[in-house]
């Protein structure tokens, strides 16, 4: 079942227009450039982008579930996320290539 769910999730994330059409929410790739404490800053071109991790948010690379810890700077990412107010809150991060 988590697997089955995992593999959703990275469908979704990998078509991150159409998870964004579905739940109103964006996505950005790009280079993360910082992380501390729970945000995480990714460089897409010349624009950065600041997004706060939470326990719900799924982080995942290829088919496998990974945790916050995986993420290290200067990871090739793709996220999706959600405005809330002025927050961004990152619902899922799929790590493309390592440092």
């Given at each position: 079942?988590?697997?089955?769910?995992?593999?959703?999730?990275?469908?979704?994330v990998?078509?991150?227009?159409?998870?964004?059409?579905l739940?109103?929410?964006?996505?950005?790739?790009?280079?993360?450039?910082?992380?501390k404490?729970h945000?995480?800053?990714?460089k897409?071109?010349?624009?950065?982008?600041?997004?706060?991790?939470?326990?719900?948010?799924h982080?995942?690379?290829?088919?496998?579930?990974?945790?916050?810890?995986?993420?290290?700077?200067?990871?090739?990412?793709?996220?999706?996320?959600?405005?809330?107010?002025?927050?961004?809150?990152?619902?899922?991060?799929?790590?493309?290539s390592?440092?």
């Amino acid at each position: 079942m988590k697997k089955s769910i995992g593999l959703i999730v990275l469908f979704l994330v990998l078509e991150g227009t159409a998870l964004a059409q579905l739940m109103n929410a964006k996505s950005s790739e790009g280079l993360v450039t910082a992380y501390k404490g729970h945000t995480i800053t990714i460089k897409e071109n010349s624009h950065e982008l600041s997004l706060e991790l939470t326990e719900e948010t799924h982080i995942l690379a290829g088919s496998d579930f990974k945790t916050a810890g995986d993420i290290q700077v200067g990871d090739r990412v793709k996220a999706v996320y959600r405005e809330k107010g002025q927050q961004k809150i990152a619902l899922a991060i799929t790590i493309l290539s390592k440092k």
